[in-house]
């Protein structure tokens, strides 16, 4: 199984609410990523977390908060965005890199957000 | 630093054209190869990869050759079928390290 799930599919939000995005993997990676996508353009990376901790943060404005509360489980909490982060939000999952071999990363559908 | 270039898009064929898209790359050390596809409102999936000098990567008909005295990778296909059509993403990534570089990605339209 190389199945790398997300909930929910659609999302619209507005520039006040609170909202989650979730990602779940059962393939036993240590890797979980986050990835922004705009239309027409490749996956921007997010956040990485390895072994659950936070080892990559590409200086994501603080209204993005990941959490990996366990090995299978990746949140994104989402709070006061603005329109422009509208995007096809991108959950990955990969074993831990060892020195000499480069896994590859399995990617989620995505969860597709609107803010208005 | 590392960077991914693909040819330009977007791609036209008709059913059963044969299909290249060219890709090179910049990297430090001895990086992985990959070419991803992403068809309309979906998410990417990994078409294939290949990890060191002249590996060949192959699945549902495409291959690409990891060329490392042209710094190339591209993506090949004997005859493409309508359901092809997608965006392919060519991406390396560093040995050590979880970081993936991507190129900006080749539409291809397949025509009946």
């Known amino acids: 199984d190389t199945e790398v799930t997300q909930t929910p599919k659609h999302l619209v939000m507005g520039m006040t609410n609170k909202k989650s995005l979730k990602c779940e993997q059962h393939?036993?990676?240590?890797?979980m990523y986050w990835y922004k996508q705009k239309a027409k353009k490749p996956p921007e990376l997010m956040f990485v977390y390895s072994y659950e901790k936070l080892s990559i943060n590409e200086s994501v404005p603080s209204r993005f908060s990941p959490e990996c509360p366990n090995s299978s489980l990746l949140n994104l909490h989402l709070h006061a965005l603005q329109p422009e982060d509208s995007a096809l939000y991108l959950c990955?999952?990969?074993?831990?890199?060892?020195?000499?071999?480069?896994?590859?990363?399995?990617f989620g559908p995505g969860t597709r957000l609107t803010v208005t | 630093g590392n960077s991914v270039t693909q040819m330009e898009g977007p791609v036209t064929l008709s059913e059963e054209a044969f299909l290249t898209i060219n890709c090179t790359y910049t990297a430090t050390g001895y990086p992985s190869l990959f070419w991803y596809v992403q068809y309309p409102g979906e998410g990417l999936q990994l078409l294939l990869k290949?990890?060191?000098?002249?590996d060949k990567g192959s699945n549902k008909g495409f291959e690409a050759t990891y060329r490392k005295e042209t710094t190339s990778f591209h993506l090949e296909k004997g005859s493409v079928q309508v359901s092809d059509s997608a965006v392919y993403f060519c991406?390396?990534?560093?040995?050590?390290?979880?970081?993936?570089?991507f190129g900006e990605g080749t539409q291809l339209t397949v025509n009946p």
């Open positions: 290949a990890t060191k000098a002249d």
């Open positions: 991406a390396l990534k560093e040995t050590s390290g979880s970081r993936l570089t």
């Open positions: 393939m036993g990676h240590r890797a």
């Open positions: 990955a999952s990969s074993q831990v890199d060892l020195i000499a071999y480069s896994y590859e990363q399995y």
